[in-house]
């Protein structure tokens, strides 16, 4: 299983970080150990000072397939679901700033988090899925799949040319702006069509 990841996927998300908005999709990858396990505990990781939580939209690859074509892609993802991208800021800066890869503040164990996912029915209108987070009760990030910058069959597609895609991989489609810091004791909860999937408390 792979965990493939787009950063900067929303306009107003990669001004805040101060990025160029990409004229391809940004991709990375965690690995399976970074898969964390609904329920168990998530606790704030000892290498940072700056654990940053990032909401996404993630979908569930259900057919193998490579260099897919963006017209057969919807073909390829079944489900869907919001998942947590946990970001360490401060390294990822540091790395940035040395042209270094990303790894250690993006791949770390329990850094991807996602709810179960919801099966995409015949008629599902992918562009315009509405998701949205809350931190301590409060609503700090809204994202919308029609603000996407790339499209769920566009990264399909761009995604396949590169790597084969298997089924049971996920796709993190990127943050809508509003990603901010997590301190221990933060309660975490990500809605997907006003429904809750995923609640963390940071221990
Ligand atoms: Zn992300």
């Not at 390829?76 to 800066?93: E, K, L, M, P, W």
């Not at 791949?107 to 996912?117: M, P, R, T, V, Y």
């Not at 790339?150 to 049971?168: C, E, K, P």
């Given at each position: 299983?792979?965990?493939i990841c787009?950063?900067?996927?929303y306009?107003?998300?990669a001004k805040?970080?101060g990025?160029?908005i990409?004229?391809e999709?940004?991709?990375?990858?965690k690995?399976?150990?970074?898969?964390y396990?609904?329920?168990?505990?998530?606790?704030?990781?000892?290498?940072?000072?700056?654990?940053?939580?990032?909401?996404?939209?993630?979908?569930?690859?259900?057919?193998?397939?490579k260099?897919?074509?963006?017209?057969?892609?919807s073909?390829y993802?079944?489900?869907i679901?919001?998942?947590?991208?946990f970001?360490?800021?401060d390294?990822q800066?540091?790395?940035?700033?040395?042209?270094?890869?990303?790894?250690?503040?993006?791949?770390?164990?329990?850094?991807?988090?996602?709810?179960k996912?919801?099966d995409?029915?015949?008629g599902?209108?992918?562009?315009?899925?509405?998701f949205?987070?809350?931190?301590?009760?409060?609503?700090?990030?809204?994202?919308?799949?029609?603000d996407m910058i790339?499209?769920?069959?566009?990264?399909?597609?761009?995604?396949?040319?590169?790597?084969?895609?298997?089924?049971?991989?996920?796709i993190?489609?990127?943050?809508?702006?509003?990603?901010?810091?997590?301190?221990?004791?933060?309660?975490?909860?990500?809605?997907?069509?006003?429904?809750?999937?995923?609640?963390?408390?940071?221990?």
């Amino acid at each position: 299983m792979k965990i493939i990841c787009i950063g900067r996927n929303y306009i107003d998300h990669a001004k805040e970080l101060g990025n160029e908005i990409p004229t391809e999709p940004v991709i990375f990858m965690k690995p399976k150990s970074a898969l964390y396990q609904a329920h168990a505990p998530f606790y704030y990781p000892e290498f940072t000072n700056e654990l940053h939580y990032e909401c996404e939209l993630v979908l569930r690859i259900c057919k193998n397939g490579k260099y897919i074509q963006e017209r057969h892609a919807s073909n390829y993802y079944n489900g869907i679901t919001v998942g947590i991208d946990f970001t360490a800021r401060d390294i990822q800066n540091e790395l940035k700033k040395q042209g270094l890869p990303w790894e250690k503040a993006k791949a770390f164990d329990n850094s991807a988090a996602f709810g179960k996912f919801v099966d995409i029915a015949p008629g599902f209108n992918k562009k315009n899925v509405q998701f949205h987070f809350v931190k301590n009760r409060e609503t700090v990030q809204k994202g919308n799949s029609g603000d996407m910058i790339f499209s769920f069959d566009r990264l399909v597609s761009n995604i396949s040319q590169y790597f084969s895609l298997n089924i049971g991989d996920v796709i993190f489609t990127g943050t809508p702006a509003g990603v901010g810091e997590c301190s221990v004791g933060d309660e975490l909860e990500a809605f997907l069509e006003g429904n809750s999937m995923l609640k963390i408390e940071v221990k």
